[in-house]
Nanobody
């Protein structure tokens, strides 16, 4: 059974940092692109960051560029999202996802999803 399990969410003040982790089990995803999405109350799920299977390429939505960093450790089958200088508008449930291919740019290209972890940023 394939599972993606997120951890590391919580409550933090604006300007603070959190590091999210996503541990995969059931199969290896070293050949797959990985991504982070988020969904705020009443809003659609949106792309946050993605990383190529090799880790050689990363890409971000404009609102998090310069503040968030996605990385992966293929030996551990784990992907991370380091979030710095958090803002109240970053409050959302954050989801980890695994893509069908080595690179993915759209939500439809992601086939496996975690259950999400809540991130709340207070002012």
């Amino acid at each position: 059974q394939v599972q993606l399990v997120e951890s590391g969410g919580g409550l933090v003040q604006a300007g603070g940092s959190l590091r999210l982790s996503c541990a995969a089990s059931g199969r290896t995803f070293s050949g797959n692109g990985m991504g982070w999405f988020r969904q705020a109350p009443g809003k659609d799920r949106e792309f946050v960051a993605g990383i190529w299977s090799s880790g050689g390429g990363t890409y971000y939505t404009d609102s998090v560029k310069g503040r968030f960093t996605i990385s992966r450790d293929n030996a551990k089958n784990t992907v991370y999202l380091q979030m710095n200088n958090l803002k109240t508008e970053d409050t959302a449930v954050y989801y980890c996802a695994a893509a069908v291919g080595a690179v993915a740019f759209t939500r439809s290209e992601y086939s496996y999803w975690g259950q999400g972890t809540q991130v709340t940023v207070s002012s």
